[in-house]
């Protein structure tokens, strides 16, 4: 398995108030697989994409991505694993307001050891002409795209997106998951996906559901649907 | 309003900030106060000073004594009185006992008994230097005497050796006062000096010391009158005023320009405070809260940093500036019975940042909540349109991490412009000391030095027609003043021509020369200060003696570092005032011993003395660069720190989302902290030019009060090395500011904007 995540627990503490982040999660995804992590809010869904994504630690339990344990990272491997082999995408974008389109793809880019050429994944998010607008002068989709590009520029072997429609029209959604499944396909990208929206999970490889904290539920899609022809 | 909990909350986490700028503020009102209060003090010491010892008018000397003094002061509305002395020199010093004056310049005791015969009063400043204490013997005139105390002199208020002289070593010179008995009895006077005060104060001096020089011609009395000198051009008596004023100046200006600084920066803040508070304030507007009592919460945090800036500041201040008066006054030796503290300064230093700061941020404040509650809760504030400047700026080539620099310094070009006049502040603060410092050294090593190219000066007591002793050469100067500026002493100086001695320089540097009899070469600071130039007509009025006028065409400027001095040859200086061909006044030569009558002369100068006073005057000139130097890269560090960590919280959520993406540390500090340096780059390239022209502004000042010119000499190593401090300065609030970044969160940052 590509990633394997193996009764995962997290706790916050505020004072004397301990809250679950998620508790005793399992899952597993093989490599070149779209999977997609369903629940409500506040059930840990965002927690255990950060933990995968090595910006946040477990409590206890283990995080194996092709075959290393993050959990036993120090700081420094944490930031090497994101630099190298995580792709993020938010459902708040988070461009930087004040560089171009261009540049903020170019972010990733630059730190990036083999990135894909820029030209073309400007013209895989559809955004060729509109590299030198700044995010203000994008639409909400286009932004979201943006996010894409920039996520994916650096060919990670893993995308994580974090309700990446959750701020969209369904046009744009649907034109955003399509994206997704495309690079998914063309580059073999391991895709974890955290939605609220059940519909969405019809393109996936894998379903879990979340409640709680805990992943009460995994079911396996044997033909996973083109992100086109899901409806809502 | 229980939302005002939040200030000591928000205070307490964003602590380095809030200390900085306390710290300026602190740093203003301390300023404000101790060197006003000192100012103010000064004033009244030197005020009180001048009363009591009813200090001169003017003085002058003569070869006779003058008979009936009250006679003579009744006729001209004057106290007038006599004054003799003595220099008493052994072992390389020289000390000038004065007999007793009772009615004008009478002597001010500073510690110890009054003077009674057998006793001797001397100042604190060469009895300190030379461990002479209460109670010593001193030797005068091979008369014992005791030491009963240490006095103040009111014409000797400023101590030097000469009265041309700049500063003195009190290791060297000293003055002491005897009582007349004592005077008569056992010493044989230097020299005969009247000092006279006149009474009448709807005359200017001036008027009143030209009609007694015309009662005294007219009457045939002391007709040998010489160093006819008023109190308002004797650097002995006015260094002190000057200093003062300057004091006051300065404790005005500098805290002024940090509050102002100060403001810069808490508007800085409350506005970052405020968009980042955006979504709070526009749910409270919503809910019903006025925009006056949102405004009054913000305006708490300018309010507690001026209150403990202010309070601390003042304290300080009133701690401190008794010192500081302490300090002042060994220089300018004058009684004083405590040091007095001054209300209005007080009250002043303690309003001042609340005058400023208050208006400043409640404008800021005002500005910002003009906005709806919805715009306020959508955080429309911190999504702002990029400018046109950010929209043309093409940066296809260029590595992203310059692109990113370029772009962060766009988004924020007030804060940049602010860091670039706060760091060019800094650069005038920091280099006008040194550069002053260093056109004082060049002064005193080359410029005067080549100027004036010997090392004795040999006065007589009158002008005499001997032949000129070889090694030596003849000159002679008199005193004039010009129609155009009647309060400036000028020194009109007759020389030899092809002169061994004296070298004077035209602007290119060429040599001038009074070759011809028509020959008068001005000093460049007369120039300005005459308004004259090469083919203008000058009149010039002799006041030691004849109070004659002759009218002199300029044939040339010297550019050479000279006093307020017209050079003209010797021979027709005799002719303007009336002497015998061949007739001269001083002797100049390397050699310290030419074969004068010492009945002719009356006394000699070293030069070299003069230099060594000049760089002991550098040494403490140092001291003050040092203080400056370190005061301006503490408001550095604290601006440059304060600027960086508002940067550092205006970024969080994009230090945030490089984490995420992978950054490394290095590359977060460098991208995020880095782009500052462009605005301390051209802070300090700005402050260049200023620092230029402050300090020729500053330097002309100095000489213009030592009737001196000279360009200020500029060290380019002195900028590099204002330019490393600096910049270090700046690598070290980086370093301040790295936990900073090291704190931001991740996963916290990330969940901003989610619905």
């Given at each position: 398995m590509f990633i394997q995540v193996d009764r995962a627990t997290k706790r916050y503490k505020s004072g004397d108030v301990e809250t679950i982040g998620i508790q005793q999660a399992t899952l597993e995804l093989a490599k070149g697989d779209i999977g997609v992590i369903l629940g409500p809010s506040g059930s840990g869904k965002s927690t255990l994409l950060n933990m995968i994504g090595g910006i946040d630690r477990v409590d206890s339990g283990k995080i194996i991505i092709n075959g290393i344990n993050?959990?036993?990272?120090h700081e420094k491997e944490l930031t090497e694993y994101r630099r190298k082999q995580v792709g993020f995408i938010f459902q708040?974008?988070?461009?930087?307001?004040?560089?171009t389109v261009q540049e903020n793809i170019e972010m990733i880019s630059q730190i990036s050891e083999n990135p894909l050429p820029m030209d073309h994944v400007l013209s895989a998010v559809g955004l060729t002409d509109k590299a030198?607008?700044?995010?203000?002068?994008?639409?909400g989709g286009e932004q979201q795209r943006v996010a894409i590009a920039r996520s994916v520029i650096k060919n990670p072997q893993v995308l994580l997106c974090d309700e990446?429609?959750?701020?969209?029209?369904y046009a744009s959604s649907i034109q955003v998951l399509e994206m997704i499944q495309e690079i998914n396909r063309t580059y073999g990208t391991t895709v974890l996906l955290i939605t609220?929206?059940?519909?969405?999970?019809?393109?996936?490889n894998n379903v879990y559901q979340f409640r709680s904290g805990e992943v009460t539920e995994v079911r396996t899609n044997s033909q996973p649907v083109d992100a086109r022809g899901i409806v809502w | 309003m229980v939302l005002n909990n939040a200030v000591w909350r928000t205070i307490k986490e964003q602590k380095g900030q809030y200390v900085g700028l306390i710290l300026i503020i602190i740093l203003a009102c301390f300023g404000f106060v101790s060197f006003g209060m000192l100012g103010t003090n000064l004033q009244t010491v030197c005020d009180a000073y001048a009363k009591q010892t009813v200090q001169e008018d003017l003085q002058f000397e003569t070869m006779q004594s003058l008979g009936d003094l009250r006679a003579i002061g009744d006729a001209v509305h004057a106290t007038i009185e006599e004054s003799r002395s003595y220099d008493e020199v052994f072992e390389g010093r020289t000390l000038r006992v004065f007999s007793e004056n009772h009615s004008v310049n009478r002597p001010a005791l500073l510690e110890g008994t009054p003077l009674s015969d057998g006793h001797i009063l001397i100042d604190p400043q060469y009895a300190k230097s030379n461990t002479l204490r209460i109670g010593d013997p001193l030797t005068v005139a091979g008369k014992h005497f005791e030491i009963a105390g240490f006095v103040a002199l009111a014409d000797y208020?400023?101590?030097?050796?000469?009265?041309?002289?700049?500063?003195?070593d009190s290791k060297s010179f000293g003055v002491a006062v005897i009582t007349r008995n004592d005077f008569s009895a056992n010493v044989q006077a230097d020299s005969i000096r009247y000092v006279v005060k006149f009474l009448?104060?709807?005359?200017?001096v001036f008027t009143q010391g030209a009609l007694l020089k015309k009662y005294l011609r007219e009457h045939r009395i002391?007709?040998?009158?010489?160093?006819?000198?008023?109190a308002l051009n004797n650097a002995r008596i006015n260094t002190p005023v000057l200093k003062t004023k300057s004091v006051k100046a300065f404790s005005a200006v500098m805290p002024i320009m940090l509050l102002l600084a100060s403001c810069v920066m808490i508007g800085l803040i409350v506005r970052r405070l405020i968009k980042t508070q955006a979504g709070q304030i526009g749910t409270l507007y919503a809910l019903g809260y006025r925009k006056s009592e949102l405004i009054r919460h913000y305006l708490r945090y300018p309010l507690v940093i001026s209150v403990v800036g202010a309070v601390v500041g003042t304290i300080l201040g009133i701690w401190v500036y008794p010192t500081l008066l302490i300090y002042y006054l060994a220089y300018f030796p004058m009684p004083i019975e405590s040091a007095t503290l001054v209300p209005g300064i007080i009250a002043w230093g303690l309003i001042l940042p609340f005058m400023l700061l208050i208006p400043f941020s409640f404008f800021v404040i005002w500005n910002i909540l003009k906005s709806s509650p919805i715009s306020l809760m959508r955080g429309e504030m911190s999504v702002r349109k990029p400018s046109w400047l950010e929209r043309s700026l093409?940066?296809?080539?260029?590595?992203f991490s310059l692109k990113f620099m370029l772009r962060e310094q766009l988004r924020s070009l007030p804060q940049l412009f602010f860091l670039m006049v706060a760091i060019a502040f800094v650069t005038v603060f920091l280099n006008v000391g040194m550069i002053i410092k260093h056109s004082f050294d060049a002064l005193a090593s080359e410029g005067i030095k080549s100027t004036f190219d010997y090392q004795y000066e040999y006065l007589f007591k009158q002008p005499i027609q001997s032949p000129v002793p070889s090694g030596t050469e003849p000159l002679d100067v008199v005193f004039v003043q010009s129609d155009q500026n009647k309060q400036q002493q000028i020194e009109l100086i007759g020389i030899q021509e092809r002169s061994s001695f004296i070298h004077l320089l035209d602007g290119e540097g060429n040599p001038l020369d009074?070759?011809?009899?028509?020959a008068v070469i001005l000093s460049k600071s007369l120039v300005k200060s005459l308004h004259a130039d090469v083919g203008s007509f000058i009149t010039f009025t002799?006041?030691?003696?004849?109070d004659k006028s002759f009218t002199l065409k300029v044939t040339a400027i010297t550019t050479?570092?000279?006093?307020a001095q017209v050079f003209v040859p010797l021979a027709t200086l005799n002719q303007i005032v009336g002497?015998?061909?061949?007739?001269?006044?001083v002797l100049i030569s390397n050699?310290?011993?030419?074969?004068?009558s010492k009945d002719q002369r009356y006394t000699m100068r070293s030069l070299h003395e003069s230099s060594g006073n000049m760089q002991n005057m550098l040494q403490q000139v140092m001291a003050a660069v040092y203080v400056m130097m370190f005061v301006s890269i503490l408001i550095a560090l604290v601006l440059i720190y304060v600027i960086a960590s508002i940067t550092v919280q205006e970024n969080q959520a994009q230090i945030s989302l490089m984490k995420v993406f992978g950054y490394r540390m290095h590359e977060i500090k460098s991208m995020i902290l880095n782009p500052s340096g462009v605005g301390v780059v051209l802070g300090y390239m700005l402050g260049i030019p200023v620092t230029l022209y402050v300090t020729q502004g500053v330097y002309q000042q100095i000489m213009d009060s030592m009737n001196l010119t000279m360009s200020i000499q500029v060290n380019g190593w002195y900028f590099l090395v204002g330019f490393v401090l600096v910049y270090g300065t700046f690598e070290c609030s980086k370093l301040m500011c790295i936990s900073r970044i090291s704190r931001v969160s991740m996963s916290e940052t990330l969940m901003v904007g989610r619905e």
């Amino acid at each position: 398995m590509f990633i394997q995540v193996d009764r995962a627990t997290k706790r916050y503490k505020s004072g004397d108030v301990e809250t679950i982040g998620i508790q005793q999660a399992t899952l597993e995804l093989a490599k070149g697989d779209i999977g997609v992590i369903l629940g409500p809010s506040g059930s840990g869904k965002s927690t255990l994409l950060n933990m995968i994504g090595g910006i946040d630690r477990v409590d206890s339990g283990k995080i194996i991505i092709n075959g290393i344990n993050i959990c036993a990272m120090h700081e420094k491997e944490l930031t090497e694993y994101r630099r190298k082999q995580v792709g993020f995408i938010f459902q708040a974008y988070h461009l930087i307001s004040h560089l171009t389109v261009q540049e903020n793809i170019e972010m990733i880019s630059q730190i990036s050891e083999n990135p894909l050429p820029m030209d073309h994944v400007l013209s895989a998010v559809g955004l060729t002409d509109k590299a030198n607008r700044f995010p203000r002068e994008l639409s909400g989709g286009e932004q979201q795209r943006v996010a894409i590009a920039r996520s994916v520029i650096k060919n990670p072997q893993v995308l994580l997106c974090d309700e990446i429609t959750g701020a969209l029209d369904y046009a744009s959604s649907i034109q955003v998951l399509e994206m997704i499944q495309e690079i998914n396909r063309t580059y073999g990208t391991t895709v974890l996906l955290i939605t609220h929206n059940q519909a969405i999970a019809a393109m996936a490889n894998n379903v879990y559901q979340f409640r709680s904290g805990e992943v009460t539920e995994v079911r396996t899609n044997s033909q996973p649907v083109d992100a086109r022809g899901i409806v809502w | 309003m229980v939302l005002n909990n939040a200030v000591w909350r928000t205070i307490k986490e964003q602590k380095g900030q809030y200390v900085g700028l306390i710290l300026i503020i602190i740093l203003a009102c301390f300023g404000f106060v101790s060197f006003g209060m000192l100012g103010t003090n000064l004033q009244t010491v030197c005020d009180a000073y001048a009363k009591q010892t009813v200090q001169e008018d003017l003085q002058f000397e003569t070869m006779q004594s003058l008979g009936d003094l009250r006679a003579i002061g009744d006729a001209v509305h004057a106290t007038i009185e006599e004054s003799r002395s003595y220099d008493e020199v052994f072992e390389g010093r020289t000390l000038r006992v004065f007999s007793e004056n009772h009615s004008v310049n009478r002597p001010a005791l500073l510690e110890g008994t009054p003077l009674s015969d057998g006793h001797i009063l001397i100042d604190p400043q060469y009895a300190k230097s030379n461990t002479l204490r209460i109670g010593d013997p001193l030797t005068v005139a091979g008369k014992h005497f005791e030491i009963a105390g240490f006095v103040a002199l009111a014409d000797y208020t400023y101590i030097t050796k000469n009265a041309s002289d700049l500063i003195n070593d009190s290791k060297s010179f000293g003055v002491a006062v005897i009582t007349r008995n004592d005077f008569s009895a056992n010493v044989q006077a230097d020299s005969i000096r009247y000092v006279v005060k006149f009474l009448d104060g709807s005359k200017d001096v001036f008027t009143q010391g030209a009609l007694l020089k015309k009662y005294l011609r007219e009457h045939r009395i002391g007709i040998d009158y010489a160093n006819w000198s008023y109190a308002l051009n004797n650097a002995r008596i006015n260094t002190p005023v000057l200093k003062t004023k300057s004091v006051k100046a300065f404790s005005a200006v500098m805290p002024i320009m940090l509050l102002l600084a100060s403001c810069v920066m808490i508007g800085l803040i409350v506005r970052r405070l405020i968009k980042t508070q955006a979504g709070q304030i526009g749910t409270l507007y919503a809910l019903g809260y006025r925009k006056s009592e949102l405004i009054r919460h913000y305006l708490r945090y300018p309010l507690v940093i001026s209150v403990v800036g202010a309070v601390v500041g003042t304290i300080l201040g009133i701690w401190v500036y008794p010192t500081l008066l302490i300090y002042y006054l060994a220089y300018f030796p004058m009684p004083i019975e405590s040091a007095t503290l001054v209300p209005g300064i007080i009250a002043w230093g303690l309003i001042l940042p609340f005058m400023l700061l208050i208006p400043f941020s409640f404008f800021v404040i005002w500005n910002i909540l003009k906005s709806s509650p919805i715009s306020l809760m959508r955080g429309e504030m911190s999504v702002r349109k990029p400018s046109w400047l950010e929209r043309s700026l093409k940066l296809g080539k260029v590595s992203f991490s310059l692109k990113f620099m370029l772009r962060e310094q766009l988004r924020s070009l007030p804060q940049l412009f602010f860091l670039m006049v706060a760091i060019a502040f800094v650069t005038v603060f920091l280099n006008v000391g040194m550069i002053i410092k260093h056109s004082f050294d060049a002064l005193a090593s080359e410029g005067i030095k080549s100027t004036f190219d010997y090392q004795y000066e040999y006065l007589f007591k009158q002008p005499i027609q001997s032949p000129v002793p070889s090694g030596t050469e003849p000159l002679d100067v008199v005193f004039v003043q010009s129609d155009q500026n009647k309060q400036q002493q000028i020194e009109l100086i007759g020389i030899q021509e092809r002169s061994s001695f004296i070298h004077l320089l035209d602007g290119e540097g060429n040599p001038l020369d009074v070759d011809h009899q028509d020959a008068v070469i001005l000093s460049k600071s007369l120039v300005k200060s005459l308004h004259a130039d090469v083919g203008s007509f000058i009149t010039f009025t002799e006041t030691n003696v004849t109070d004659k006028s002759f009218t002199l065409k300029v044939t040339a400027i010297t550019t050479s570092p000279t006093g307020a001095q017209v050079f003209v040859p010797l021979a027709t200086l005799n002719q303007i005032v009336g002497l015998p061909f061949g007739s001269y006044a001083v002797l100049i030569s390397n050699y310290g011993n030419v074969p004068v009558s010492k009945d002719q002369r009356y006394t000699m100068r070293s030069l070299h003395e003069s230099s060594g006073n000049m760089q002991n005057m550098l040494q403490q000139v140092m001291a003050a660069v040092y203080v400056m130097m370190f005061v301006s890269i503490l408001i550095a560090l604290v601006l440059i720190y304060v600027i960086a960590s508002i940067t550092v919280q205006e970024n969080q959520a994009q230090i945030s989302l490089m984490k995420v993406f992978g950054y490394r540390m290095h590359e977060i500090k460098s991208m995020i902290l880095n782009p500052s340096g462009v605005g301390v780059v051209l802070g300090y390239m700005l402050g260049i030019p200023v620092t230029l022209y402050v300090t020729q502004g500053v330097y002309q000042q100095i000489m213009d009060s030592m009737n001196l010119t000279m360009s200020i000499q500029v060290n380019g190593w002195y900028f590099l090395v204002g330019f490393v401090l600096v910049y270090g300065t700046f690598e070290c609030s980086k370093l301040m500011c790295i936990s900073r970044i090291s704190r931001v969160s991740m996963s916290e940052t990330l969940m901003v904007g989610r619905e």
